[in-house]
């Protein structure tokens, strides 16, 4: 089972909180199943490419509190996409498959992860 996040949170925090008995993945992992999680580029302990720690490559009206005065972006390309993401994803489901020797993944989606997750379906099914 592969646990896919949504936009905003990355999936240790939505999925595996270590708080209590709050974590899915411990809960699904208790009762058997082999559980993973994936973080996109730039999401919770993923890799997280150096324009993105740069205020200025954000869109001027979100770059407040970040910079003093909005600045030009000094990436100007886009770091990550849905594409990247569908990249991403399936290079985690091929190290799934590959490491446990299945031909088949589980996803568990939400938000966001919900269209990542419906591209791999989409294209395992041609």
Known sequence: MLF????GTPAEVTFDVPY???SWMAFL??????????????YGRSTRPAPMNDPCNLAKDRQAGFVTAPCAPG??????SM???WA?????VDYVRALRRVDRVSLVAWSRGGPR?????????G
Do not use: C, I, K
């Not at 992992?29 to 730039?42: L, P, W």
């Not at 991403?88 to 985690?92: E, H, S, T, Y």
């Open 20 to 22: 209590q008995d709050y």
């Open 75 to 80: 990436y100007p390309h886009t770091l990550t």
């Open 83 to 85: 594409a990247s993401d």
């Open 4 to 7: 896919v996040h949504g936009a």
């Open 29 to 42: 992992a208790r009762a058997g199943f082999d559980v993973f999680s994936v973080d996109m580029t730039g």
């Open 88 to 92: 991403d994803l399936g290079a985690a």
């Open 117 to 125: 997750a419906g591209w791999v379906r989409v294209t395992a099914s």
